[in-house]
């Protein structure tokens, strides 16, 4: 059995799980399957389809920017397609037609973001749509980055049919991350735990390696392949000394910025993180009152160290002024790796987005075994955080539960 109850997510991170376990993933469609919906007049969800597909392949590689694919047909067949492929290179619409195999007189694009009408690190889209002949657009989802919006409106003033919503909600999935940086300023955060059936990440004793599967643990890092940044709280580097790279083969453009979130910085100059600078960007949060001396000893190992200001404890960094640091400086996914403490914290404050959380079949027990979420937690059952969607994947011996709590249609005006 590949999963239980129907896969509707379509975030990075659930194409990355979906890619790790399956393959191309449940998501995916041959060219068969494209024909055939053609010839049963289903051809713009079809071919839609299909340009999410290609889009996904871009996923880890282009952030800061949206991952899109583009398809162009002519007659009822495809006759060119792309994906943006890398940061600061083509777009998918130029890559699509760059691939066309004819001229493009008449013909309809299909593409799973707005085109773009400004000048950025590449030319509007637009413009090039227009300059192919393409008489027809087709459009998964609008952009609501206003440097980058009004493209429908453009092609459409330029005699071009356009129509929007195809695949809409997939499409806006597919970009979850872009579209809550680009109109909140903060990343997408994803809480990641691995633990037993009962909820436990450690015995008693504080065993913990390991509860889940080595198969768990590689999805694990597939995840981190496609996300900005990768968050631990200062009692996971003390008690683990992980190094929180990504030590799987992908395509994607490094490893991811780790964040030790430690308000008196303890962090250990002997520590795998402080000796591992150049493997990924290190950045400790810390809170104003910390030490000058240990942040110019961290800052002299290449360690970057942000001093933010403390919660309403009094104790611990706040944790909405460092997403508002992180999204400045171009963080628009976040893992959330633990400990309990920070787990916690994020669903105590509503900061959690979507969740992949490991399970392993076996029941640890314990008061004093160490538990997936800690923080205050509610104190009615109509505050607890529900999820609105989720599906849920058999990893090896092991099951992964895959939520979502937050709608990507938040992050759009109502009505446009």
């Not at 009822?76 to 492929?85: A, D, F, N, P, R």
């Not at 749509?129 to 459009?139: C, T």
């Not at 998964?140 to 009004?150: E, I, M, V, Y």
């Not at 065993?207 to 198969?215: A, F, H, M, Q």
Request: charge should be neutral; aromatic fraction near 6%.
């Amino acid at each position: 059995m590949a999963f239980l109850h129907e896969d509707r997510i379509q975030t990075p991170a659930a194409q990355a799980v979906r890619n790790f376990l399956y393959g191309e993933g449940p998501s995916d469609i041959s060219d068969n399957s494209v024909l055939h919906a053609v010839s049963s007049g289903a051809g713009d969800e079809a071919f839609m389809q299909r340009a999410l597909v290609l889009a996904a392949k871009g996923i880890g590689a282009v952030s800061p920017n949206p991952t899109v694919g583009a398809v162009i047909t002519k007659a009822g067949c495809i006759v060119g397609e792309g994906y943006h492929e890398r940061f600061g290179g083509p777009h998918a619409e130029i890559n699509a037609i760059a691939s066309a195999a004819c001229e493009l007189s008449g013909a309809t694009i299909y593409v799973t973001l707005e085109p773009c009408n400004h000048f950025g690190k590449t030319p509007p889209c637009t413009q090039a749509i227009l300059a192919a002949g393409i008489k027809r657009v087709v459009v998964g989802t609008t952009d609501p980055n206003p440097k980058a919006a009004g493209g429908m409106e453009f092609l459409r003033g330029h005699g071009i049919t356009v129509k929007a919503g195809c695949l809409e909600q997939a499409c806006r999935s597919l970009i979850a991350p872009f579209l809550k940086h680009v109109t909140t300023g903060s990343p997408w955060v994803i809480s990641k735990a691995a633990m037993s059936l009962d909820g436990r990440i450690a015995t008693r004793t504080g065993e913990s390696r390991w509860i889940t599967s080595e198969k768990s643990r590689a999805c694990g890092h597939a995840v981190r392949a496609v996300v900005d940044g990768i968050a631990v709280g200062i009692g996971t580097v003390l008690a683990d000394d992980p190094e929180l790279t990504c030590r799987i083969p992908h395509g994607g453009a490094g490893n991811p910025v780790r964040f030790v979130l430690d308000s008196t910085l303890r962090l250990p100059l002997s520590s795998r993180l402080c000796n591992t600078i150049s493997s990924a960007r290190t950045v400790v949060v810390a809170a104003e009152t910390a030490s000058e001396t240990k942040k110019t000893e961290l800052e002299a190992r290449g360690v970057e160290v942000w001093l933010l200001p403390l919660a309403k404890d009094g104790r611990k960094v706040s944790l909405p002024a460092f997403l508002k640091r992180a999204g400045q400086a171009g963080i628009q996914s976040l893992l959330i790796e633990g400990g309990s403490g920070l787990n916690g914290s994020f669903w105590d404050e509503g900061l959690v987005d979507e969740m992949l959380w490991f399970y392993a079949p076996m029941v640890i027990g314990g008061l004093k075994a160490g538990t997936a979420i800690g923080g205050i937690g509610v104190g009615h059952l109509r505050q607890a955080a529900r999820l609105k969607d989720f599906c849920i994947h058999e990893v090896s011996e092991d099951i992964l539960l895959h939520g979502l709590l937050t709608d990507v249609n938040s992050f759009f005006v109502k009505g446009v």
